[in-house]
C-alpha cells in the first residue's frame, strides 16, 4: 500500500488532515459512474482509510494526544443542484467524523481527537473559480463563502484546543 511508503518520513506527526475534494459539474443522472465513484472515493474513502492508518499508528506509539482534523463542505448541510454526489461523501465525511470521535476517544489513556470543518466555498481556489455565483444566489446560497484565512483560523484553533472531539464547525464569513 502506498501510505506505508510515505509513513515512515512522518511517522512522529500527530495531526492529521484530510483536505482533499473533487466536486462534479452536472446532475446525478448526467454524472458519468467513474466520476461518481471517484467523488466518493477521494472524498469519504480516502479519509477512512487513512484515518484508520494514522489512528494505529498512535496508538502503537502509544501518543497521548493526537488530531484528526477533515475539511469537509457546507454543502454537506446545503443544496446545490449539481452536486449530489460531492454533497452526500461531505455529508459522509460529517458522519465519519463524529463516529471515529467516539471510536477513538479514549484508547489506552490515549486521545485520538477528530473533528471537522464545514468551510463555505473559498473563492481563490480551482474549485471557488468554477462556481457560477449566479447560480448560488439563486439558491439562497450566496452568503455561503469563506476565505483562507478563517478556515485555518478555525482550523487551528480546533486542533490546539486540546479537548473537543467530535466537533463539526461551519466557517462562514458573516
Do not use: W
Amino acid at each position: 500500500m502506498r501510505i506505508a511508503k510515505v509513513y515512515p518520513e512522518y511517522k512522529n506527526a500527530n495531526i492529521l488532515v484530510n483536505c482533499a475534494g473533487m466536486t462534479q459539474k452536472s446532475l446525478l443522472l448526467n454524472t458519468r459512474e467513474q466520476d461518481i465513484v471517484n467523488i466518493y472515493t477521494l472524498n469519504l474513502i480516502a479519509p477512512a482509510i487513512l484515518s484508520r492508518f494514522f489512528a494505529r499508528s498512535m496508538i502503537r506509539q502509544k501518543h497521548k494526544n493526537a488530531n484528526i482534523l477533515n475539511i469537509s463542505s457546507m454543502l454537506a448541510e446545503r443544496y446545490l443542484p449539481g452536486t449530489t454526489a460531492y454533497s452526500s461523501s461531505k455529508m459522509g465525511l460529517v458522519r465519519l467524523t463524529t463516529t471515529m470521535s467516539k471510536e477513538f476517544m479514549r484508547h489506552d489513556n490515549q486521545l485520538i481527537r477528530v473533528n471537522a470543518i464545514l468551510p463555505g466555498l473559498i473563492t481563490d481556489t480551482d474549485m471557488g473559480n468554477a462556481v457560477n455565483f449566479t447560480k448560488m444566489k439563486e439558491y439562497g446560497l450566496g452568503d455561503m463563502i469563506t476565505d483562507k484565512e478563517s478556515v485555518a483560523r478555525v482550523s487551528a484553533q480546533l486542533i490546539l484546543d486540546g479537548y473537543s472531539t467530535g466537533e463539526v464547525v461551519s466557517v462562514l464569513n458573516k
